[in-house]
């Protein structure tokens, strides 16, 4: 059986494209999901990828929130469908209430465009499994709102709990509280991280493969639960 992963385009996204070649590579079929349609086509998870959707009106992700796909795909979300959020995706999946707190303006208010790294913390999420724990690994940084922000009882909890799943070990490029880059729902199934792992599948083209440990991740979980 062969893994069906939707990614999601809605207007401005940038990263779809990228996002279903690293589907591809890790061995799952990719498929496409458009913003307007809330047919999820029967996929087996689902990528909300980055770029700017609706050109970050009102705020990144606050307008995409309300596309017809998302209602799906929280609904899907709630049954256990693994979703990951990457960069706006995590942005989007903050504005529809699947994941905790927000993002931000970065600290230095300027966009930050270069590779960082990341350490796993967590690799028992739906994504996160084929990593090591404690593993950092090099993946490209690419936002003007990244900085993390939550209330200090939500920052409890996703310490409490495990929750976060990527934080910046060398320097916090971002100003994100604990250092955060990505973090995940309670049942570790739905992901969202700032970095780009779909930037990171080759050597040739990134600067590592590093990010390809989500996606054949998930193709893992997938697989299990058939
Ligand atoms: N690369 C991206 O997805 C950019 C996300 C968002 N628009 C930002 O600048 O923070």
């Given at each position: 059986m062969t893994a069906r992963i939707g990614v999601i385009t809605f207007p401005g996204t940038l990263d779809d494209v990228d996002a279903a070649r690293a589907v591809r590579l890790a061995g799952a079929e990719p498929v496409s999901l458009w913003h307007g349609d809330a047919d999820l086509k029967g996929v087996d998870a689902v990528i909300v990828p980055g770029g700017f959707s609706y050109g970050d009106y009102l705020r990144a992700g606050a307008i995409a929130r309300f596309a017809s796909v998302m209602g799906s795909v929280v609904d899907a979300a709630f049954k256990g469908m693994p979703v990951l959020g990457i960069c706006n995706g995590f942005q989007v999946l903050c504005e529809a209430g699947l994941l905790p707190g927000a993002l931000t303006r970065n600290e230095g208010l300027h966009f930050i465009c270069r590779d960082e790294w990341l350490r796993v913390e967590n690799n028992t999420t739906a994504w996160t499994t084929r990593f090591e724990r404690g593993a950092e690994i090099l993946i490209p940084l690419k936002s003007g709102e990244g900085r993390y922000v939550a209330s200090q009882e939500?920052?409890?909890?996703?310490?409490?709990?495990?929750?976060?799943?990527?934080?910046?070990?060398?320097?916090?490029?971002?100003?994100?509280?604990?250092?955060?880059?990505?973090?995940?729902?309670?049942?570790g199934r739905v992901v969202g991280l700032m970095p780009h792992p779909e930037h990171a599948t080759e050597a040739l083209t990134g600067p590592s493969d590093d990010g390809l440990g989500l996606f054949y991740s998930v193709i893992d979980s997938v697989l299990a639960s058939v």
């Open positions: 939500v920052l409890e909890v996703l310490e409490g709990e495990g929750r976060i799943v990527f934080t910046y070990p060398e320097r916090n490029p971002n100003g994100s509280a604990l250092d955060i880059a990505g973090i995940c729902s309670e049942n």
